[in-house]
């Protein structure tokens, strides 16, 4: 699966090696619907890898269940696909243990925000430095189309019929109330403009929040047209929470672009530099 | 037909089996239900198992259909036909389609080669201009086309076929003509096929269902009194919370679709505590996270159902195919001595009574109930006779009013004690899940601790469960063991058997647990050799019945791993072979 | 975004069919337009890789084709860019509007029952985008040697308009019940 250009490449040639966003897809083919918003999330993470000039062995994606999370085995990267609801909770564990990784959580809606929404909160205080991405279609697509968190309270389905009765979660909104460092909205539909997002967000250090809005063509077919809704949010982007806060509770739900790029001090990772041996815990024993 | 029942000359049944196969939009699904439904409508017996490639749309996919003229609960080992619309990848479903040289391949003219797979068995191929006739004529379906093919092979009359798709229309009167003259379009090519096995005339018959595990466990969850369903969705059991969403609310009860299993299991202690028939419906990831609040219904002795529509396993495993792999689990996976009830349905049909009987233990005995049904059962239709209602229907017991000296926990000769019902005056109570006195007051004491376990292990031992802890049939000195969809194909080894002049006993557990030795001790009167049969790779059902019962002679285990269903040939040779050791004197030894 | 497509499916070439700043040499419009041609192979390849997936052979097949003809039309750029390797994407903003590249087929317009027609439609449209972006690059340039390089590319995917539309003009149109499933979707992990 590690089909990649080889850092053999810079001692041939002096140079790093240049990597294409081909270099971090794998040979496995998406199983994803035609169609599937998903595919250009791929794609999108690939660019950003590519535009960072990651190596792909030093970077680990991490996911839990649905078709979303489908993603690690898709790329060239090291990958992590767990059980629902838990991705974050595993890509913490993989950063704390080898903070010199990247780490790229990705996942669903409903593994994020439902099932998962617990460590999504705490994901955000805890500030990480990693970077989580959701790839929301507003429906869980691998179950067959129940309504999830951001699912409108009057979309009609067979688990809920009539809708659900229930408000729309507002995951901007969250991260940032929660203490997400980075809080980013994109659209699948814009590649480059999403890779640009990621690659900014896999830098900003902490725990960075993308949204990507990601159409699922087979259960919400409406969604074919959230390309004529988007548009670049009409700000620019800031370290002040307090006006993130304004900006993000009026959202029409289509702006774009980083909203929020603070400067909170990320959870402390690294080991000791002078790590003592074991036998120096012995002294406290002696009599 | 295959090799294994050419060996066991079984008594014929009488019917058909066909696998109809394709990819995306072809419409297969659609065919095979439709012909399932005509069928039902023609006074058949039969079963449809779904299979189908990795996609969400437009993978490869196969309706497995047996039709019969007698009760089907199982496949057969192999198929008498296999019908493809196209072959895009449909030779990955070669191991569930078991062709032999007495088959008949029927594909698509346009789709070119039969994968090599098939051919490899001698099966007789015939190609079908199939998609050209449905083009012939205007707004039919090719699938329809297939199924007057598979319909007329069956023997169905065009009238069942043409009830079953004007049941199923639901759009204009036009393309319902044009359909059903490519139905019959198929009825007169299948006439060049040449024989096959196919059903007698029949008469229809009223009173027939056409059901789905699934929805027969929820079905039976209501007919139990369940007015309260909280539950995360997860594949296979999906299909069982769809079905009672609109069915719940229509007879006053409610579900609603939690943030996680965890939620789930929590929301149905909370609404049975206060008084209302609770479930849940999951598979092996979801009952995972649940245990802990299983653990809380059990030591706050709260009545809930938590149906487990098991998958092959661990972890995410294989989401959409059977496995019984989740035993072990279920009856042993809490942490702490935590007594609960676990029972297995034996048949699609029995999906309703005994999830039915479910709602009931657990309402009487205040405990959780796991209900283990599994993929192939939930996700597989069959037309059945009417599952006759037993009336049970769960009912704890309440506390009165003020009672006297009301102490939640009493340590009752039943091991029972009146509840206290949020809203009823004067036995109010904390429900806790921490070890308490009779009073519910959070005691870590010896001796209520003793006392309090004494209690809930005891309500579940003494319990009277009637006869419907294990359906025993036949006499014999080997004894096959078996529970959940293992029953189906192991019924039909067995009648082969008996026909052949094996003399053996079947135990088809619907009562897993608590253990009941004295009543399997008595089911196994004169058996002196005992085979358990059971779909997983550990032998988790033989391991589990050795450790609690003393099982005659030297149990043998017939296991393996899903997701391939058990062949009634296979297991037929298994219990031959192992009623041939009985006589062995190597056995005498050990069992004297 | 959608008067703006009707626009341009209109034909002529409109302000619409261009933004930002006009390339000022000839390496630097020929970097932007091997991008345009590596977007649009990259995508073709990725779509042929779904349909495959989805058992559409047929439009896999032909989105295939695509992704050839627009890797060989990169190469014959490079080729004449004497480049050995693609120059990195220019950063900041592309000079085409929306959000990809003109020849780009996006992934919501695809379908897993999708036939030929669809496809090569979709291709078409995209050969025509590609078309009006470098007609319009032509005429705002002030460069002549800019100006003619766009020229002479409007006129190469002019050639491959007329190709998608001769294979268009070959292939049936789709009766109305094309999308048609008669099973439903199918539940997975
Ligand atoms: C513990 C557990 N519960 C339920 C499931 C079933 N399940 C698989 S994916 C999924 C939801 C997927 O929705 P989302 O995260 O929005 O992703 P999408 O498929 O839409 O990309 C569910 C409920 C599971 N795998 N594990
Ligand atoms: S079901 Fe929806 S989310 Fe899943 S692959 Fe298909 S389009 Fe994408």
Redesign the interface.
């Known amino acids: 699966m590690n089909d990649t250009a080889t850092p053999a490449s810079v001692a041939e040639t002096g140079r790093p090696a240049v990597r294409t966003p081909a270099n971090y897809k794998s040979a496995t083919k998406p199983i994803w619907c035609p169609g599937c918003g998903d595919y250009s999330v791929l794609s999108s993470i690939t660019k950003a890898f590519s535009m960072l000039a990651l190596a792909p062995e030093e970077v680990v994606v991490v996911s839990g269940i649905g078709c979303s999370s489908r993603i690690p085995a898709y790329t060239s990267c090291y990958g992590f696909h767990g059980v629902h609801g838990r991705a974050l909770a595993a890509g913490t564990g993989v950063k704390l243990a080898r903070p010199e990784l990247t780490v790229l959580v990705a996942g669903g809606d409903g593994d994020g925000y439902s099932i998962g929404g617990n460590h999504f909160l705490h994901a955000c205080r805890r500030n990480v430095d990693l970077t989580y991405v959701v790839m929301d279609n507003h429906v869980y697509g691998m179950t067959k189309g129940q309504p999830s968190p951001t699912t409108e309270p009057d979309w009609d389905s067979k688990l809920a019929p009539g809708g659900t009765g229930v408000r729309a979660f507002h995951p901007l909104v969250i991260a940032l109330a929660s203490g997400a460092n980075f809080v980013a909205r994109a659209f699948s539909g814009d590649p480059n403009g999403t890779a640009d997002i990621l690659a900014q967000a896999i830098r900003h250090p902490g725990f960075s929040f993308v949204e990507i809005l990601s159409p699922c063509v087979t259960f919400r077919p409406e969604q074919r047209t959230w390309k004529e809704n988007v548009h670049p949010a009409p700000v620019a982007e800031t370290d002040d929470p307090a006006r993130a806060a304004r900006r993000v509770m009026t959202d029409d739900g289509f702006n774009m672009g980083v909203l929020y790029a603070g400067r909170r001090k990320p959870y402390p990772l690294g080991r000791r530099a002078d790590p003592v041996g074991v036998a120096e815990l012995e002294a406290e024993f002696a009599a | 037909m295959t090799t294994g029942s050419m060996d066991n000359p079984a008594p014929a049944r009488a019917g058909l089996s066909i696998a109809l196969a394709g990819s995306g939009g072809s419409g297969v699904m659609t065919a095979g239900t439709l012909l399932l439904a005509a069928a039902a409508k023609a006074g058949a017996y039969g079963l449809m198992v779904r299979t189908s490639g990795p996609q969400i749309r437009g993978g490869e996919a196969a309706a497995l259909v047996r039709l019969s003229a007698t009760p089907a609960e199982s496949l057969d080992d192999g198929f008498d036909v296999l019908l493809a619309l196209d072959w895009q990848n449909v030779q990955r479903f070669a191991d569930e389609i078991p062709l032999s040289a007495a088959s008949l391949i029927v594909g698509e003219a346009a789709e070119g080669e039969v994968p090599a797979a098939f051919l490899a068995t001698g099966a007789r191929h015939v190609a079908l201009p199939m998609k050209a006739t449905a083009k012939g004529i205007a707004g039919s379906w090719t699938n329809m086309v297939a199924l007057g093919v598979a319909g007329a092979l069956a023997g169905l009359p065009r009238e069942a076929l043409a009830a079953a798709l004007r049941e199923s229309w639901k759009r204009d009167e036009k393309s319902y003509e044009a359909n059903l003259a490519a139905i019959d379009a198929g009825m007169a090519a299948a006439g060049k096929l040449g024989a096959v096995p196919s059903l007698p005339a029949l008469e229809p018959k009223a009173g027939r269902w056409l059901i789905s595990g699934n929805e027969a466990a929820g079905f039976g969850a209501i007919r139990g009194g369940v007015r309260f369903v909280a539950a995360y969705p997860i594949t296979p059991a999906t299909e069982l919370l769809e079905w009672m969403a609109p069915a719940l609310a229509k007879v006053g009860g409610t579900l609603l679709q939690a943030e996680d299993e965890l939620a789930s299991i929590n929301m149905i202690v909370g609404a049975s505590y206060a008084g209302v028939p609770s479930l849940t419906a999951t598979a092996g990831p979801g009952l995972a996270l649940m245990t802990e609040g299983i653990g809380l219904a059990v030591s706050a002795e709260v009545p809930v159902v938590v149906v487990d529509v098991m998958r092959g396993g661990p972890s995410t495993g294989i989401p959409a195919k059977s496995e019984q792999s989740d035993l072990s689990f279920a009856v042993s996976g809490l942490h702490g001595d935590a007594p609960r009830v676990v029972v297995a349905p034996t048949s699609i049909t029995d999906c309703v009574a005994a999830t039915q009987w479910s709602v009931h233990l657990a309402e009487a005995l205040q405990s959780p109930v796991i209900v283990l049904s599994d993929q192939f059962m939930g996700q597989s239709r069959a037309i059945v006779d009417r599952p006759a209602d037993s009336g049970v229907v769960g009912r704890r017991l309440v506390a009165e009013p003020n009672a006297p000296d009301f102490k939640r926990y009493r340590d009752t000769p039943s091991g029972i004690s009146p509840m206290g019902i949020p809203g009823v005056p004067g036995t109010a109570y904390t429900a806790d899940g921490l070890e308490k006195n009779e009073l519910g007051t959070p005691s870590s004491g010896a001796r209520d601790h003793r006392v309090q376990l004494d209690k809930r292990a005891r309500k579940l031992a003494k319990f009277d469960y009637g006869a419907a802890w294990a359906d025993v049939d036949g006499e014999g000195e080997l004894a096959v063991i078996a529970f959940g969809s293992s029953v189906g194909p192991l019924r039909e080894a067995i009648a082969r058997v008996r026909a052949s002049g094996v003399k053996v006993k079947l135990v088809a557990m619907r009562l897993l647990a608590p253990a009941l030795p004295e009543k399997l001790d008595e089911a196994l009167e004169g058996v002196r050799q005992v085979l358990v049969v059971e779909q997983n790779h550990g032998a988790q059902f033989y391991r589990y019945l050795r450790a609690w019962f003393d099982l005659p002679g030297r149990p043998e285990s017939f296991h393996r791993p899903g997701p391939l269903p058990f062949r009634p040939a296979e297991l037929a040779e298994a219990i031959v072979a192992a009623a041939g050791r009985i006589s062995q004197p190597r056995h005498e030894a050990i069992a004297s | 975004?959608?008067a703006e497509r009707e626009k341009a499916q209109a034909g002529a070439a409109v302000a619409e069919d261009r933004t930002g700043a006009v390339p000022q040499s000839i390496p630097a419009l020929m970097a932007w337009a091997l991008w345009l041609e590596l977007d649009a192979a990259?995508r073709y390849r990725?779509?042929a890789?779904?349909?495959?997936?989805?058992?559409?052979?047929e439009v896999g097949a032909l989105f295939r084709k695509m992704e050839t003809i627009e890797g060989k039309h990169a190469e014959s750029i490079m080729h004449s860019m004497e480049w050995t390797?693609?120059p990195p994407r220019p950063r900041g903003e592309?000079p085409w509007p929306g959000?990809?590249a003109p020849e780009n087929v996006?992934?919501?317009?695809?379908?897993?029952?999708?036939q030929p027609w669809h496809a090569l439609t979709l291709a078409l449209k995209g050969e025509e985008r590609a078309v009006r972006f470098f007609t319009a690059l032509a005429n705002e340039s002030t460069v002549p040697a800019v100006q003619a390089a766009a020229r002479e590319m409007a006129a190469e995917e002019q050639e491959h308009v007329d190709l998608v539309r001769a294979w268009l003009a070959r292939v049936p149109p789709p009766d109305e019940?094309w999308r048609?499933?008669?099973?439903?979707?199918?539940?997975?992990?």
């Open positions: 975004m959608s990259e990725e779509l890789d779904a349909m495959e997936m989805h058992n559409n052979r390797s693609p592309a959000f990809e996006a992934h919501e317009d695809v379908h897993y029952l999708m019940r048609d499933d008669p099973d439903p979707p199918r539940y997975l992990d």
